[in-house]
């Protein structure tokens, strides 16, 4: 059974730090690039970031270059997105996507709130 499982969201002041976990299980995770989505009320699941397999290269939405930093661990099949100096706008669901040709794996999103 494919499972996607996010963790590590809460509720931060801006200017903080969070940590998210993809941790993955079902499939081979080394074969599958990652990606990292949010949604917030109203608008469309937007691109945050992403890590490609082999390479590990990495490309990011502008609006978090900089400021997040996507990583995996192959071994652990886990996934990481450390996420810094957190903005008001930096809120939202967010998702955690595994990718590989025509399959698509999602998890069920953790939530991440930056307010004072």
């Known amino acids: 059974q494919v499972q996607l499982v996010e963790s590590g969201g809460g509720l931060v002041q801006p200017g903080g730090s969070l940590r998210l976990s993809c941790a993955a299980s079902?499939?081979?995770?080394?074969?599958?690039?990652i990606n990292w989505y949010r949604e917030t009320p109203g608008k469309e699941r937007e691109f945050v970031a992403t890590?490609?397999?082999?390479?590990?290269?990495?490309h990011y939405h502008d609006s978090v270059k900089a400021r997040f930093t996507i990583s995996r661990d192959n071994g652990r099949n886990t996934a990481y997105l450390q996420m810094n100096s957190l903005k008001t706008e930096d809120s939202g669901t967010y998702y955690c996507?595994?990718?590989?040709?025509?399959?698509?794996?999602w998890g069920q999103g953790t939530e991440v709130t930056v307010s004072s």
């Open positions: 890590i490609s397999t082999p390479t590990g290269a990495t």
């Open positions: 079902g499939f081979t995770f080394s074969d599958y690039h």
């Open positions: 996507n595994a990718r590989l040709y025509g399959s698509s794996y």
